[in-house]
C-alpha cells in the first residue's frame, strides 16, 4: 500500500508507542490545545515530547493531531534513519527524486468527501488559535500548490492561512519564496492564481514542500524520492492542479491577484516566535472542499518547537546537498534551535586551501535566504554540539580577519529587525554575517587538542568498575 499519513502513524506507533497520546475530553479550540502541548514539552513524565491526538475539539466532529513533527527523531525514523544519520540521508533521497504518478478520482480517498457551493464551511475543521495574539483560527500545515505559469511547473510551500469566513481564507507568502515569484507572475499577467491547500499526509510531504531547490517546483518529485516511491496524485475538482490522492483534506481555491483584492491578515506568531508582517494580504477563495470520510485533521504549532523542527531536516538536507556539489569538503550541517532552525547554519569541513569556507557560506546564502549567521569549523567539531562550535568560535576566531559581514542581503523578513532600502525602513533585507571558525590550512600549525588518549578511553569499562559509594570505603572520611 502505498504510504500516507496513516502508514506512518502504525509505523510510530509499533516503534515508538509512546509517542502518540490521546486526548479525548473536551477541549477549546482558543488556547488549550496549545497550551497543554506547551506544557509537556519539558515535562519528564512525557519524554520525548510526544505527537498528542484530540479527539473532542469543541465545534468539530474532525479529530486533530498535533506536534507530531516536533522531534527530529520523528522525522528522521519517517525516512528510515536516525537523527545521527538524517542529514545526508534527506540529502541522498532529495537526489534521488520521483516524479509523482496519476491515479483515477474512484482511487483517491482524499475526494471520498467532495463540498462546493454553499455546502463548504472551512470553519468546520478544528482550526485552532495558538499564541495569544494571534489575530484568529489559522491553518497552519497546509502545502500549497500552485503552478508557474512561464515553466508549467508545479510548485509547493507551506504558508499560513486565517479563516477568514466560510469559504474564505488569506494567504501570506515570503517574497523570497517561489511561491511568492508565481503569485507576481500572474499579476503581471493579470490572471487569477489557482491554489490548492494539502491538510495531512505522510511527514515526508510536508518535509518536501519546503526543500530548498534549484528553481521554481520539484518539490512534490523530492516527496516521491524522501518517500522511496511515486506520490500518488489525483485530479483537483475545480481547479487544474493536481493532489496527493491519499490526503485527509485538500482546499481548492482561486487567488485574485489584483493588487487591490486584499484584506488584512495578522497578527500571527511566526518562527522568530515575534508578531511581525500584519497588514493586507491576498486571499483564496475556496471553490471546494475535499476530503476522507473520517479525516485526520493535521495542525502544526506555530511559533514552537514543532514549526522550527518541521522546517530544519529539510532545509538541512537541501543545504548540505547543494552546498556540498560547490564545496566537496564540507562534512556537515545543521540549523541549531538558537536559530530557530532558520538563521543559524554550523558547517564543518575538512579545509584544505584558504577561502574554502567563504566558499561554502556562500553556497549555503544562495540556497536559503533565511540563513542569517553562517558559522564554519573544522570537522573535529561536532555541529550537533553547540558547546562544541562556540568552543570552537573563542578559540579559531578573531573578528578582525574573520568575520565577513554582507549587508543588504534579501532575508527573513518575518525577523522584526529586517530593514527596507532606506535603512529606517522595514522591509525584507538583512545583513548576512560569515564566521570563519577553521583552523589555518596546511602547513601553518596550529596548537594541538586536548585530549586523553583514545585508545585508552576505548579500553576502560566503567560499568564494571563504578560502584555506589559506601560509608566507610574511603578510610578517615566518615
Known amino acids: ?80 534513519t536516525d537523527v545521527h544519520g538524517m542529514v545526508p540521508e534527506y540529502a541522498r533521497r532529495e537526489a534521488a527524486a520521483i516524479p509523482p504518478t496519476l491515479v483515477e478520482e474512484g482511487q483517491a480517498p482524499v475526494q471520498e468527501v467532495v463540498l462546493t457551493g454553499d455546502d463548504i464551511d472551512v470553519g468546520t ?53 517561489h511561491t511568492a515569484y508565481v503569485l507576481r507572475a500572474l499579476r503581471e499577467a493579470g490572471k487569477p492564481m489557482e491554489v490548492a491547500l494539502v491538510i495531512g ?39 487544474d492542479l493536481e493532489v496527493p490522492a491519499r490526503a485527509e483534506i485538500v482546499i481548492e481555491g482561486v487567488i485574485d491577484t489584483d493588487p487591490e483584492a486584499v484584506q488584512t491578515e495578522g497578527p500571527f506568531g511566526e518562527y522568530p516566535r515575534y508578531y511581525t508582517r500584519v497588514g493586507p494580504q491576498p486571499f483564496v477563495k475556496v471553490t471546494a472542499l475535499t476530503m476522507r470520510k473520517a479525516p485526520i485533521f493535521v495542525d502544526v504549532f506555530n511559533a514552537h518547537t514543532e514549526h522550527s ?51 561554502a557560506a556562500a553556497a549555503a546564502l544562495a540556497v536559503d535566504p533565511l540563513l542569517k549567521h553562517i558559522f564554519i569549523v573544522d570537522d573535529d567539531v561536532d555541529v550537533f554540539d553547540e558547546v562544541d562550535v562556540l568552543w570552537s568560535l573563542a578559540t579559531r576566531f578573531q573578528a578582525d580577519r574573520d568575520l565577513t559581514t554582507l549587508p543588504g542581503f534579501l532575508g527573513g523578513h518575518l525577523n522584526p529587525v529586517t530593514y527596507g532600502f532606506h535603512r529606517e525602513e522595514k522591509g525584507p533585507l538583512e545583513t548576512k554575517l560569515i564566521f570563519d571558525m577553521t583552523r589555518p590550512a596546511p602547513p601553518v600549525q596550529f596548537p594541538p587538542m586536548c585530549r586523553v588518549p583514545p585508545d585508552v578511553v576505548a579500553r576502560v569499562r566503567p560499568d564494571e568498575v563504578l560502584e555506589d559509594y559506601r560509608p566507610g570505603a574511603v578510610p578517615g572520611l566518615d
Do not use: W
Open 125 to 177: 475543521l478544528p482550526l485552532l488559535v495558538h499564541q495569544e495574539l494571534d489575530a484568529g483560527r489559522y491553518i497552519t500545515s497546509a502545502a500549497t500548490i500552485c503552478r508557474d505559469p512561464e515553466s508549467g511547473r508545479v510548485n509547493a510551500g507551506i504558508f499560513r492561512h486565517q479563516l477568514q469566513g466560510p469559504r474564505q481564507v488569506g494567504i501570506q507568502v515570503n517574497p523570497a519564496h
Open 1 to 80: 500500500m502505498a504510504q500516507d499519513l496513516r502508514t506512518y502513524l502504525a509505523a510510530l506507533r509499533a516503534a515508538h508507542p509512546e509517542q502518540l497520546k490521546t486526548v479525548s475530553s473536551k477541549v477549546s479550540p482558543e488556547f488549550e490545545v496549545a497550551a497543554i502541548i506547551d506544557r509537556i514539552e519539558n515535562d519528564p513524565g512525557y519524554p520525548g515530547f510526544p505527537a498528542v491526538f484530540f479527539t473532542n475539539v469543541d465545534g468539530s466532529s474532525i479529530p486533530l493531531l498535533i506536534n507530531l513533527h516536533a522531534t527530529y527523531e520523528r522525522l528522521a525514523l519517517s525516512i528510515g
Open 309 to 359: 523542527i518541521l522546517g530544519g531536516l529539510p532545509r538541512m538536507g537541501s543545504i548540505y546537498r547543494r552546498v556540498k556539489e560547490a564545496m566537496p569538503s564540507i562534512t556537515g550541517v545543521n540549523l541549531p534551535l538558537s536559530g530557530m532552525a532558520r538563521s543559524h547554519l554550523y558547517i564543518s569541513m575538512k579545509k584544505r586551501v584558504e577561502g574554502e569556507p567563504k566558499i
Open 201 to 239: 499526509h505522510h511527514p515526508a510531504f510536508l518535509m518536501g514542500a519546503v526543500s530548498k531547490l534549484e528553481g521554481i517546483g520539484g518539490e512534490l518529485d523530492v516527496v516521491g524520492g524522501l518517500l522511496g516511491e511515486p506520490l500518488e496524485m489525483v485530479k483537483c475538482r475545480t481547479v
